[in-house]
C-alpha cells in the first residue's frame, strides 16, 4: 500500500511472480477498507501516504481485535519462494 505509482506497480509484479495475489491502495483509508474486507497475509505499507499516513493505519489495525495481527503458521509447501529454505 503506496501512494507511488511505480513502487505499488514493482512490488505488485515482484509478488505476482513469485504467485501472490495482490491487492493494492493508493492512501491509507483505501488500506483499512481492504485489509478489513479480507484479511492479508502480508500488508507492505508505506509511511507517508495521504488521508492517512502508515503509522495511524498501523496504530488502527493494532487497536482492533479484527484486524491485529496473529501468529500464522505456514502448513504448505515448503518449497514455496517466500518461506525460507530448510536445511537438514
Wanted: hydrophobic share 35%.
Amino acid at each position: 500500500m503506496d501512494d507511488e505509482p511505480f513502487n505499488v506497480d514493482y512490488l505488485e509484479q515482484e509478488l505476482e511472480d513469485l504467485g501472490c495475489t495482490t491487492v493494492s491502495a493508493r492512501n491509507g483509508q483505501e488500506a483499512l477498507d481492504h485489509v478489513t474486507a479480507q484479511a492479508p497475509d502480508l500488508i507492505l505499507l508505506g509511511v507517508m501516504m495521504p488521508i492517512m499516513n502508515g503509522f495511524m493505519v498501523c496504530r488502527i489495525l493494532k487497536g482492533s481485535e479484527e484486524t491485529r495481527l496473529k501468529e500464522r503458521r505456514y502448513h504448505g509447501d515448503a518449497s514455496h519462494p517466500l518461506l525460507p529454505s530448510r536445511r537438514s
